[in-house]
Each structure stands twice: as C-alpha cells, then as structure tokens.
C-alpha cells in the first residue's frame, strides 16, 4: 500500500510536470473570450451572456482567479489543477474497481487530456467532475452524486448524456436502485431552476446560429458520417495530425486497431458500466447534433477515464503488447503537440504584437473585433472591412474568411479602391495577415 502510495505521487508529479510543458503559448480565439468574459462581473456572468453557449460555474471560477494574475500561465494553472486532480480520482476510481495505478499513469500521459488541461476553457473541470460523478454512483452514494451532477450541469450543458448514462446503467443493470438515484438528482436539480432562463436564451441563439452566422455549423460541429471514427481517435491518440495524408491514415488505421482490439479483450467486471459510460454520452451527443451542433470530442471529454480503464483491463491480460502500443500511442501524441506550433493554439498574441507596431488600420471580416484584441490589444484600432477605405497602408485578417466572405468580396473591394496586397504575413493559427498599400 505504501509503494502504491509512492507511485501514486510520481504519477502526479509527472502528470503535473507534462501539464505544464508550454503553458504560456497564446491565447486563441475562446480561450481569449473565456477570459474576456471571465473578466466581466458576476451579474453579467449570470444573465448577459445569451450568445455564449456555456454554463456559469467556470466563468466564475476563473473571474476569482482573475483577481491574482492575467498571463496566459497564471490563468491556465486553473485547468491544470483540475487535470491533476482528475489524475487523483481516476486513481480513486481505480481502486474500487480493483485496477490499481495504472489507470492514473495512463491518464497523466494521456495527451488529450494533456491538451485540454491546460486550455483556459470548462473541460478539465468537466472531466474531473464526471469521473467523480462515476465514482459516486459505483459507491451508492446517491446525494454527493446529485450535487455532483448539479455541478456537472452548470459547468457545461454536454454533462447531461453522461447524467442519461448513468441512468441507462441503473435501469438495464441496478433497477432497484433507480429510484433512490432519481429522488436525489430531481431534490438537487432545484439547485439549477435559477439557471433555466438563461439556459432557454441561449439554446435559442445556438439553435438559430445559422440564421446570423452561416456556416459556423461546420466549425462547431463534425459531420455524422465522421463524428463516430473522428471522436475515438482524438481522445485516444490526442489533437494530432500528420502532413502526409498517407502515413497519417495508416497511423490512423494503428490506433483504431490497437484501440478496439483493447475494447474487445479487456475483461473486467465493470466492463458493461465502462462501455454505457461511453457510447451512451457519445450516441446521444450525435443524435443531439440534429438539432444543434455538438460533435467535438472535447465535448465529452468525461468518457476518456472509461476508455484508460479499458486500456488498463487490455494492458492486465496483455501487459507486454498493449502497453508498449500505448505508451507509444500517447508519447507520439505529446511529442507533436509539445514540438510542433501548427498543432498548438492560435498565435494570436504574436500577431497582435506585429500589428501594433505597423501604427495602421487593422480590417477584419467580422461585424467585431475578435475576442483575442480585446484581450491583448483593447485599444488597437481594428474594424469590419467596409468601404471606404481612406488609409494609405491597412492591414487585413483573412481569419475565417472561408465562414464569412468565401467569395472574397472584402479583397476584390480593395483592390477596386486602389489597394495592392504588398506583402502577406502568416502566423500559426490566426493565418494570413495581408499588407495593403494604395497604389
């Protein structure tokens, strides 16, 4: 018990040690509106936020953590605390189901949730709170369950497919118990009726995004041909990709393999609540994207403890094969993100940086100013491209230009102004920042 105490704290210590590899990149675009937000008062927090689809819980969090510190590192110590901690409960977690440390080495690797550890964003707090929420419901513990999942709720609206899996599991394997579940979820649920209004105006705006925002659909959302395959390769293997698509699809092909041959031979008496824990989420997520869209795996961010201790039931009866396929899968997985820019976050402090120091007009092709100039940059003058143009030199964005000018309406509109683009500059994430001078 003493070793595994030992090994518990190495595991924490690497697993914060990796969480903190690169913590001060930049902001991207939501990280810098969370802030944004976050910096806002509590009152506005609560009711002034229709157009944001997001629970309250983080944002006041992080408006109180605000109050010591504004850098980028400072602001994403938050999530890191609750990815560490999450470490703690899948270790938690993984002695009652008779697992030992495995699952929470496996976890401290994981670099998926290495990613999203370290985003100044609700999702280590999502994790966290679901897989606390599975430990409380394996424990019977009916009423810490119930607030857990009021927490659940008010950190991000995704947590309510996985409040349907574990009444899926209780119905088909716990039916005596369903009850008790139900009498203490619906007498904590009246903890959230305060929230339903602010809930209402914004599933409105998310529902009717497309009417003022056309296409933005298909930024929030995957497809549901590609939803199911694209879901269980980014949780398993991270926010990877390869520039060559041929040896990306075999690497592809790999992690599938490795990753359902591991769901195929795992054996554990819990293997029934693990699998429900995950599809359950997962299918109704895709059903739900119908209507509104859903189908990012940071969404359901909380299924990926399930999927470790599957991996960890593999690697028992296999030790040998599985774990040199995992410990490759996820190392491979941080070393990309670690080394490589184009797979980390938006460089948008960089490129604001350049911008104030051109001393000309910024355009973008947006009705605002993007979230992350508010942030870094409040006093920079930047506008939505609209004629005229009166400057001698201004600086275009052609960030989402794909969303929202497609046909390139607001370049052609310079050029027929006298405009020439004299130089274009690229920054990872953020793209091309074109230099027009008038002839």
């Not at 913590?23 to 810098?32: G, I, K, P, R, T």
């Not at 008062?41 to 605000?66: C, K, M, Q, T």
């Not at 119930?146 to 209780?170: D, E, G, K, R, W």
């Not at 940059?377 to 989402?400: E, H, N």
């Amino acid at each position: 018990m003493a070793k595994d105490k030992i090994i518990l704290i190495l595991i924490l210590f690497l697993g914060l040690g990796l969480r903190l590899v690169n913590l001060n990149q930049s902001f991207w675009l939501d990280e810098a509106s969370q802030a944004q937000l976050s910096a806002e008062s509590l009152s506005y927090i609560w009711s002034a936020r229709s157009a944001d689809f997001h629970p309250p819980l983080f944002y006041f969090l992080a408006h109180f953590w605000l109050h010591f510190g504004r850098s980028e590192t400072w602001l994403r110590l938050l999530p890191v605390a609750f990815g560490v901690a999450n470490i703690y409960a899948v270790y938690l977690l993984g002695q009652k189901l008779k697992f030992g440390v495995l699952p929470a080495f496996l976890l401290a690797i994981a670099p998926f949730h290495i990613y999203y550890s370290q985003e100044f964003r609700s999702y280590s707090l999502l994790c966290l709170l679901g897989t606390l929420a599975m430990y409380l419901l394996i424990s019977r513990r009916f009423s810490l369950l119930a607030l857990v999942n009021v927490l659940l709720l008010y950190t991000h609206y995704s947590s309510f497919f996985l409040i349907l899996s574990q009444v899926a599991y209780l119905v088909i394997y716990e039916r005596k118990l369903i009850i008790k579940f139900l009498m203490h979820n619906s007498l904590f649920l009246l903890l959230y009726l305060p929230w339903l209004p602010q809930f209402l105006k914004q599933l409105s705006s998310g529902v009717n995004i497309d009417t003022y925002l056309p296409g933005w659909r298909d930024v929030l959302s995957i497809s549901l041909l590609k939803a199911l395959p694209v879901l269980i390769f980014k949780l398993v293997a991270g926010r990877i990709t390869l520039l060559s698509r041929i040896i990306y699809g075999v690497y592809i092909s790999f992690v599938f393999a490795v990753t359902f041959a591991a769901l195929y031979l795992a054996k554990s008496d819990h293997k029934r609540l693990l699998f429900i824990w995950i599809f359950v989420p997962i299918f109704t997520m895709m059903a739900a994207s119908l209507w509104f869209p859903q189908t990012q795996p940071f969404r359901v961010i909380y299924v990926l403890p399930a999927i470790i201790f599957l991996f960890s039931s593999a690697v028992s009866r296999y030790p040998k094969i599985f774990m040199t396929f995992f410990l490759y899968i996820f190392v491979f997985g941080d070393l990309l993100y670690f080394t490589r820019p184009r797979l980390q976050r938006e460089q948008w402090r960089q490129a604001i940086s350049f911008l104030r120091q051109q001393n000309a007009p910024v355009l973008v092709k947006f009705p605002d100013k993007f979230s992350p100039f508010y942030w870094y940059a409040p006093d920079l003058p930047v506008t939505s491209a609209k004629p005229p143009y009166t400057a001698p030199k201004l600086f275009l964005l052609q960030y989402l230009t794909d969303l929202t000018d497609p046909q390139r309406l607001v370049d052609l509109s310079l050029r027929d102004s006298g405009y020439i683009n004299n130089r274009t500059y690229d920054f990872e994430g953020v793209g091309f920042i074109e230099e027009y001078v008038r002839q």
